[in-house]
């Protein structure tokens, strides 16, 4: 379960970066049904296998925290068996669990009354937290119309217009990456999600810069939402994950290289507000 879960990581199965620190934390419980002489070599382990989930995507600051949360807690616990290291592995990663699973409904629960009802919002890529949102605020009979460009080169964006498609009261129109200086002239809002906050920078799939820059331009307010877990001040360096080239055109390139980045950083100055589960913070 454990390369399993690596694997997927690393080919973003799973485009959350909230699943994918819950996924990551649940892989290490396959530890806890193995047998082991020691506790040590349990905890050997359990180091050794979370650090092979933390490699399998450096940039995701919620993965990383989830599961070095998990490793170092039981490291330091100085437990006198490897059942009791097992049984506490299994209490501290339904902790981190809920409190992201509960970080992330939070965060979508405050975001709501910020919705305004029939505004007109784009958003970019796939977030959970934002879907949330959406969700919640359409069950209390707001209605909105949804932009959603398709975040090249994986189409991230696509997964999230099917989603809307489904969602009572969202009317939703898939957009390509570089029109979304054409539609946000409609919009009230832009409402995206986060992979991490370090200091003043926002880092989340790359697209999200230019469309933050051009919502500057156009007087549009751009909302960030996610747990506050997500919001990093120290003891993490954000590194920016390069794609294969193949994703990007299927055919070779002769003579000529292809860059294919992940993520890119948006100054929060470019921000109207951050929505957590610790409540809105504006910028």
Known sequence: MIDETAEEIREMQTHSSS??????ARALEELTEREFATVEEYTRALERNGSVLRRANPSHASLQNAVREVV??????DLDNVEAAQRFTTEKIEEVVTRIESGKRLAAENAVEHLSDGATLLT???SSTVLEALEQATAAGKTF???????????LGRKTARTLADMEGVEATLLTDSAHGIYLEECDRVVVGMDCIVDDTLYNRVGTFPIAATAAQRDVPVT???SASKIVSEGFVFENEFRPGSEVMAEPADGFAVENPAYDATPVE????VIT?????PF
């Open 19 to 24: 699943v994918v620190a819950v996924n990551a």
């Open 72 to 77: 170092d807690d039981v490291t330091d616990a």
């Open 145 to 155: 119309d949804v932009y959603v460009t398709e975040a090249r080169p994986r189409y």
């Open 224 to 226: 960030v939402l996610g």
């Open 270 to 273: 470019l921000l109207e507000s």
């Open 277 to 281: 589960d610790e409540g809105r913070r």
């Open 124 to 126: 970019h890529d796939y």
